[in-house]
């Protein structure tokens, strides 16, 4: 891809439309438009919908997105439960 230009007093990442494009037809998630473009998911995300408005308007049709899954590493309900059992602990004893 090419360059993406950096405004360091705004600290604000600019990428051109086209450069945009092919980062969607190249991508599955909006986390991986990002990363090829520089910019903040937030800023991907809104991005994508105000062009894939604009262009539904001319009958074009862009690829759907997916949010990226998080990865779970660890088990949050019994992490959890370990964290009710220390409150009744502490509050009971």
Same mark, same amino acid.
């Given at each position: 891809?090419?360059?993406?230009?950096?405004?360091?007093?705004?600290? +604000? /990442? !600019?990428?051109? %439309?086209?450069?945009? *494009? $092919?980062?969607?037809?190249?991508?599955?998630?909006?986390?991986?438009?990002? &990363?090829? =473009? &520089?910019?903040? /998911?937030?800023?991907?995300?809104? !991005?994508?919908? +105000?062009?894939?408005?604009?262009?539904?308007?001319? &009958?074009?049709? *862009?690829?759907?997105?997916? +949010?990226?899954?998080?990865?779970?590493?660890? %088990?949050?309900? $019994?992490?959890?439960?370990?964290?009710? !059992? +220390?409150?009744?602990?502490? =509050?009971? &004893?």
């Amino acid at each position: 891809m090419a360059d993406v230009n950096v405004v360091e007093k705004q600290k +604000r /990442v !600019r990428c051109s %439309d086209e450069q945009f *494009l $092919e980062a969607v037809f190249s991508s599955k998630t909006y986390a991986e438009i990002a &990363g090829k =473009t &520089g910019q903040k /998911v937030a800023t991907t995300m809104a !991005r994508f919908a +105000r062009t894939k408005a604009a262009l539904a308007k001319k &009958g074009v049709e *862009l690829p759907s997105m997916e +949010r990226a899954k998080p990865a779970k590493t660890v %088990d949050n309900v $019994e992490a959890m439960a370990e964290v009710v !059992r +220390r409150l009744k602990a502490h =509050t009971n &004893g």
